[in-house]
């Protein structure tokens, strides 16, 4: 227990020092923030333009659709905001530094975890999109829609990590196969931005049960909306918990496998 | 002459690296054919009801994007993140101090990746589309020549877009935001996430008084014969004005920048 509070308290000590460090060039720092938001907010100007033509997308209305993508976008963002460092692990094992990771006396994840910084934007984004379709009244704002979306974004944000940490660990087995792994997950994470009634029936098992990308945003939308797809949340915790084990065993085996880079 | 044999090097050299980094362009192709089967999905959803939606088809729609595919393999360019990266961090150095221009140096590395993306990414995904839609070709060969004219004009295009954006880090701290709201820029009023027909009538016209059109969506529309022959020539003479006009800026700002660059230690 004591070690768990420890962890609390360390990840909030590095997150804050790193804000810090970004901080430095404050100028920089907000255009960065302003910048992030705006290349995401490319996916809205897609959909807005799209249903100025169009009434609706399989069901899908204007607002229905802003409230998955914003659903995604703020469970993608907040993923890169917290865990950013996993996404480049393929180069922290090229370069030598998983060795200084090994050295001390800390789990090697968890340092993973607290290094670096990004996608503030897409938080902001996301946040906003998932604001403007409570407020055009998509679903209704009762206390336990709101407990629901706090849960969903929790075990979406641990989903990602999850991916993120089994792309990771295939680094321990094949020189750079973690980038080809990320774009796949990144071209699956295409995908799940729209509402997966669209695919057809094999991706749409794929993105349920396989990479489970349609528990990130489509199904939580579904259960706000209400619409028939909303009993699939009920599997999402299951899918979580797989997940969580798959990827802490592919880590551990890999570390046992990691010999250094050579210096 | 010996300037052309002193640049063809730069061409050989960047098709040697993309030879050694060919994985990247395997993974080019595997995503344009995800991507490509994401859009017949897409848009055979949008199309269940109606059979036009912005003044296009479902065909004309699944050909654009097979298209927006396989010109962006020629007209995209990381240009401006090597140059702004080479700037903030110094590496710019090792480019500087070779005797040949920086600017004329990135434009014949850029044409060498052009080859290479287009040869492996490009015509492959453009020839298994043959399998997937009914792919349409130009009108005439005078067409398909003012196709690949326009092409070319689109890629020179980028890449001086794309240097601007790059060459900015000699002056701004913050050019990552400048980069990111240049790709916005790039996807929107380019038409490579939409048709322009798709955005509002205003929208329409602030977008072609920008040079963006030029890189993705007027070559497409002059492939897909969408474009008036009397209008052919004005736009074409327009993007080369555009073009002109981002040269001289660049090679202006590329002198200016050179000589403004401190680098530690040097």
Redesign the interface.
């Known amino acids: 227990m004591k070690r768990i509070l420890l962890y609390i308290r360390l990840y909030f000590v590095l997150r804050s020092k790193e804000v810090q460090k970004r901080l430095g060039d404050k100028f920089d720092f907000v255009i960065y923030i302003f910048c992030d938001a705006v290349i995401q907010l490319s996916g809205v100007v897609f959909f807005y333009a799209l249903f100025t033509n169009i009434p609706a997308l399989n069901g899908w209305s204007f607002h229905q659709t802003i409230l998955l993508y914003g659903m995604f976008q703020l469970s993608y963002g907040l993923t890169g905001f917290l865990f950013h460092a996993l996404y480049d692990f393929g180069w922290v094992l090229a370069s030598g530094e998983f060795d200084g990771i090994l050295m001390r006396p800390l789990g090697s994840v968890f340092q993973l975890l607290c290094r670096g910084l990004g996608d503030i934007g897409g938080v902001l984004l996301g946040g906003v999109l998932v604001v403007y379709a409570a407020v055009n009244s998509v679903f209704p704002v009762t206390l336990t829609n709101i407990l629901m979306i706090g849960f969903s974004l929790l075990c979406s944000i641990t989903l990602f990590v999850c991916f993120y940490v089994l792309a990771a660990s295939t680094s321990f087995w094949m020189d750079n196969a973690s980038g080809s792994l990320l774009r796949v997950l990144n071209l699956c994470s295409d995908y799940a931005r729209y509402p997966l009634n669209i695919f057809a029936k094999a991706i749409k098992t794929v993105l349920t049960w396989v990479l489970p990308f349609g528990f990130i945003g489509f199904y939580p939308a579904s259960y706000l909306l209400g619409n028939e797809w909303r009993y699939y949340i009920l599997a999402l915790p299951g899918m979580v918990v797989i997940f969580l084990l798959l990827a802490v065993i592919v880590w551990k085996r890999g570390v046992l496998r990691y010999r250094g880079s050579g210096n | 002459m010996t300037a052309l044999s002193k640049y063809s090097a730069y061409v050989r050299l960047s098709i040697l690296t993309g030879i050694a980094f060919r994985?990247q362009v395997v993974?080019g192709f595997?995503?344009g054919l995800?991507?490509m089967a994401?859009h017949i999905?897409?848009w055979?959803?949008?199309y269940?009801h109606?059979a036009e939606?912005?003044g296009m088809t479902l065909n004309q729609i699944l050909n654009y994007f097979l298209l927006v595919q396989t010109v962006s393999t020629v007209t995209s360019t990381r240009i401006d993140r090597e140059i702004s990266r080479g700037i903030t961090r110094g590496e710019i150095l090792n480019r500087l101090i070779r005797p040949s221009n920086l600017y004329m140096q990135s434009i014949f590395s850029h044409i060498g990746s052009v080859a290479w993306n287009l040869l492996l990414s490009g015509v492959p995904v453009f020839i298994l589309s043959l399998f997937l839609i009914q792919v349409a070709f130009p009108g005439s060969f005078l067409l398909f020549m003012i196709f690949i004219y326009s092409v070319l004009l689109g890629l020179l295009i980028s890449y001086n877009i794309n240097f601007l954006a790059g060459i900015t880090a000699a002056w701004v701290?913050?050019s990552?935001?400048?980069?990111?709201?240049k790709?916005?820029l790039m996807?929107?009023c380019a038409g490579s996430?939409?048709p322009l027909s798709?955005?509002?009538p205003v929208l329409q016209h602030i977008f072609s008084w920008m040079p963006f059109r030029y890189v993705i969506s007027v070559p497409i529309t002059i492939y897909l014969g969408k474009t008036a022959d009397i209008d052919l020539i004005r736009i074409l003479a327009t993007g080369s004005i555009w073009l002109l006009a981002l040269c001289l800026v660049n090679v202006f700002l590329c002198e200016k920048a050179c000589r403004r660059i401190t680098v530690f230690g040097g």
């Open positions: 994985w993974w595997v995503t995800f991507i994401f999905f897409l055979n959803s949008v269940a109606t939606v912005g701290r913050g990552e935001g400048i980069t990111h709201a790709d916005f996807m929107v996430i939409l798709f955005y509002p």
